[in-house]
């Protein structure tokens, strides 16, 4: 008899309610809700998206839609946002958008599709005027497309603005340009590198290896803990229960748990075990009577790999 086939949402409501949700998410802005809503027929997340969402959207519509697919895995949208990358980027935002299609194309694309968006990230994208102004979000789109970029020109491009601003300080604003470059280059550049090191390294592994590695990123407890490497790690174990592994990561994920319930230690690890527990339900799997216990008084908030079946409570993840 096969396993049950995994549910990325369980549709819940009209589908004019689940539009207005998905609208709302995408196009509210600072008025539309925290968290990325669930429930909705991700058919017709590919429906809004190819019929609503246009190049000349601001980039915070961008951001919001790259929490959807993430969230939906929404492949047949990518042709149509990849259309969007014309090379005619002529200011911060636009750029922006751009970045966050080229992180929907390498965290949903196939080999070739992730492979373009490197290249043009490093062609169109790094050599860019403007770009100065983006570095953050540039870390953040090179830790999506590692393997396929290496971030060496990304380095090269902050290292020369660093040596630039350090070699002409005149004034207070002078100082504080050389010293944001120089954070951005320790902090944000350091994080992709660790990112790209990380990624590389799971992907050489064995998936009975690379599972309780991904479970540790998960609940932010890895060598890096950033909110991309921990939905990067979760979408890993869900893909994983997709494509019929589900046995091994709900194990995985109750051996991470299972330490962490004494209690003693109840307290200190209330979000590791909310997180944990969220998830195997999530995935398929259900609590033993001492996991129940302390997923109850844990009393976690809403986590990426989480369907809400009530309305969520503090929401951790989007």
Same mark, same amino acid.
């Given at each position: 008899m096969n396993p049950p086939t995994f549910k990325i949402t369980e549709s819940r409501g009209t589908l004019e309610d689940q539009t207005q949700r998905l609208r709302g998410y995408i196009y509210g802005g600072m008025y539309g809700p925290s968290r990325m809503p669930r429930g909705i027929e991700p058919t017709l997340v590919s429906e809004f998206i190819l !019929?609503? &969402?246009r190049a000349k959207d601001s980039h915070e519509v961008f951001s919001a839609l790259l929490d959807v697919l993430r969230f939906y895995e929404r492949l047949d949208v990518l042709p149509h946002l990849a259309?969007?990358?014309? *090379?005619?980027?002529t200011d911060a935002p636009s750029i922006s958008r751009s970045c966050y299609i080229l992180q929907a194309l390498a965290d949903l694309g196939g080999p070739d599709q992730v492979k373009d968006a490197a290249a043009y990230f490093d062609a169109q994208i790094v050599p860019h005027p403007f770009a100065n102004k983006l570095y953050a979000l540039l870390c953040s789109t090179a830790c999506a497309l590692v393997p396929a970029t290496d971030l060496a020109k990304? $380095?090269? *491009?902050?290292? !020369?603005? &660093? !040596?630039?601003?350090s070699a002409n300080v005149v004034t207070d604003d002078d100082v504080r340009r050389r010293e944001t470059l120089l954070s951005i280059q320790r902090r944000d550049l350091a994080v992709a590198q660790a990112t790209s090191a990380t990624k590389t390294k799971l992907a050489a592994a064995k998936p009975e290896d690379r599972r309780p590695q991904l479970v540790q990123l998960y609940i932010k407890r890895?060598?890096?803990?950033?909110?991309?490497?921990? &939905?990067? $790690?979760? *979408?890993?174990?869900? *893909?994983? &229960?997709?494509t019929g592994n589900a046995p091994p990561v709900l194990r995985a994920l109750s051996d991470a748990l299972d330490p962490l319930i004494q209690p003693a230690k109840e307290p200190a690890n209330a979000f590791s075990i909310a997180r944990l527990s969220q998830a195997i339900l999530y995935l398929g799997g259900q609590l033993t009577p001492p996991q129940e216990t302390a997923y109850k008084k844990a009393q976690g908030g809403a986590n990426f790999l989480w369907d809400d079946p009530k309305p969520p409570v503090d929401p951790e993840n989007q």
């Open positions: !019929k609503n &969402v259309l969007m990358l014309t *090379r005619t980027e990304l $380095s090269a *491009r902050l290292d !020369k603005d &660093v !040596k630039a601003a890895g060598p890096i803990a950033t909110a991309y490497i921990e &939905v990067w $790690s979760a *979408r890993q174990l869900r *893909r994983d &229960v997709i």
